[in-house]
């Protein structure tokens, strides 16, 4: 029998809304393991093939009194302790995303309650905005940005005090934190291995996510800075790995009869010059690959020959977060392009569906519904786009109510009264043009005409607008005021 001796555990709650939520417990671990360190990934949801619907849902009076209601909670918690115990386990790290917060908050404190001397570490995105709810009595350390490094040394005892990018805590029964200075970031990405999923490629959510697909990764941060995005506030440099390293990674997986690749960058094509010479590569190699990220709509796709070459590498769609089709939305979330641009962008990737065969050509495309600054007629401009490409849109892969998710920039846009923005949780918000009955009523009307073109789609977040609805939140949780009006 294997025993165990001071595993690190990692864990990252399912978010059904992020298909590439596990990329951060996955990198984590693999560069610990690369550093010689006992780390394992554990998902005791998946394991009992627990829903996990009950976890992602962020809003509400109390969403940790909804959790621990939540029907066989126990078990899950159970599954926790025996990870703890058959590991012995001296720390458990949470990495945290807007979709999961409440529910790692509620797993970490039963865990503390039970294993006070298991050290808690949280990271992740959600610390940017949200940083009061993780200094609490039950959390031992904060990690800030990336975290490979600052993990490394936390978990190899280097005093809390000399370790960069880490909050720690002080006195226990007053709750005082110490935050030190950011970590600087890791330029060269070379010094990373790619993610390591091998831990999680037989759990339920991996395989809902990934199916026979190798997840990849190209690059990290990004160039862009849209309002209601948080990844160029946590990863502050965008960065590639060298086009040899992914092409060996690539090669490595394509030689064991791995075909099939999902790139989990947030852009794709930030560095174009990077792209057209990756896809290169895999060309002049005669690899037959199938593969699809997220690429930004911007000029240098303007140009059927690139297209053609990303196209002819394996790409058999384009994932574009077109968000709406108004110019004034656009501009004002920080997405610099026109729509007359989109739809010649469109069109030449529609004109090579015929020379590369059923399959390829594809365009999938995000919409979100109802920021703070649209009006009907910018909704309606959304709507329009989309019937007027209805033959070149292939999936509308996510639709989405508007989350006033608390970016530095929608704060800003909060306190500055821009809109008269009046905000209770993300999906319980008001503006001089938008309120949940608004949202709600132009997601249906958004529904129906996918369904009148016949495009597939998924919409997400209309259950949370039809519940503050029924329940009449804005009189029951604000008790007269406002969250951004109590001083």
């Not at 001089?432 to 529904?447: G, V």
Request: with cysteine; glycine share 6%.
């Amino acid at each position: 029998m294997t025993i165990f001796i001071n595993m690190i555990l990692l864990c990252k709650i399912p978010n059904y809304t992020q298909d590439a939520y596990l990329v951060s417990v996955a990198s984590l671990y693999a560069y610990l393991k690369h550093k010689g360190q006992s780390v394992k990934c554990i998902d005791p949801i998946s394991d009992l093939d627990y829903e996990a619907d009950g976890f992602n849902d962020d809003v509400g009076e109390d969403p940790i009194s909804i959790i621990e209601k939540l029907p066989n909670i126990e078990n899950v918690v159970e599954k926790f302790y025996s990870y703890i115990e058959e590991y012995k386990s001296k720390f458990i790290g949470f990495s945290c995303i807007y979709g999961n917060v409440y529910a790692s908050l509620y797993f970490a404190q039963r865990i503390k309650e039970k294993y006070p001397d298991v050290k808690i570490i949280f990271g992740g995105p959600a610390i940017l905005h949200s940083r009061g709810m993780f200094e609490t009595s039950y959390i031992d350390f904060i990690i800030d940005g990336e975290g490979e490094q600052t993990l490394l040394e936390l978990v190899t005892y280097v005093p809390p005090e000399n370790i960069t990018g880490l909050s720690y805590k002080v006195e226990v029964h007053n709750n005082k934190w110490i935050k030190n200075a950011p970590r600087a970031v890791e330029i060269e990405l070379d010094n990373f291995p790619f993610p390591d999923y091998s831990d999680l490629e037989e759990t339920r959510y991996y395989k809902d996510f990934h199916g026979i697909s190798v997840p990849l990764t190209f690059s990290r941060g990004c160039p862009y800075t849209c309002n209601f995005c948080d990844v160029h506030q946590y990863s502050h440099s965008f960065r590639h790995y060298t086009i040899d390293t992914v092409f060996d990674y690539v090669k490595e997986h394509y030689d064991r009869g791995h075909t099939a690749f999902t790139v989990h960058d947030s852009i794709v094509n930030g560095n174009p010059k990077w792209l057209e010479k990756f896809c290169d590569r895999i060309i002049e190699n005669e690899m037959k690959l199938l593969w699809t990220g997220s690429f930004r709509i911007q000029r240098q796709l303007d140009n059927i020959e690139f297209l053609r070459k990303i196209i002819k590498s394996g790409c058999h769609s384009f994932i574009f977060g077109l968000e709406s089709g108004s110019p004034k939305i656009l501009k004002h979330m920080g997405k610099f392009y026109d729509i007359e641009m989109t739809q010649e962008i469109f069109t030449k990737i529609h004109s090579l569906q015929e020379e590369f065969g059923e399959g390829f050509a594809n365009i999938n495309i995000q919409l979100i519904i109802g920021y703070p600054a649209e009006e009907e007629d910018d909704f309606q401009m959304t709507l329009d786009f989309v019937k007027k490409n209805k033959d070149k849109i292939t999936h509308i892969i996510s639709c989405s109510s508007f989350m006033m998710i608390p970016t530095i920039d929608l704060q800003r846009m909060i306190t500055s009264k821009e809109f008269n923005i009046k905000y209770w949780h993300n999906a319980h918000w008001t503006s001089d043009y938008s309120t949940p009955e608004i949202r709600l009523d132009r997601m249906d009307r958004a529904e129906e005409l996918f369904k009148e073109i016949n495009i597939p789609y998924r919409m997400f977040f209309k259950e949370f607008l039809e519940e503050i609805i029924a329940n009449e939140k804005t009189k029951s949780m604000t008790t007269g005021k406002w969250q951004n009006e109590i001083g």
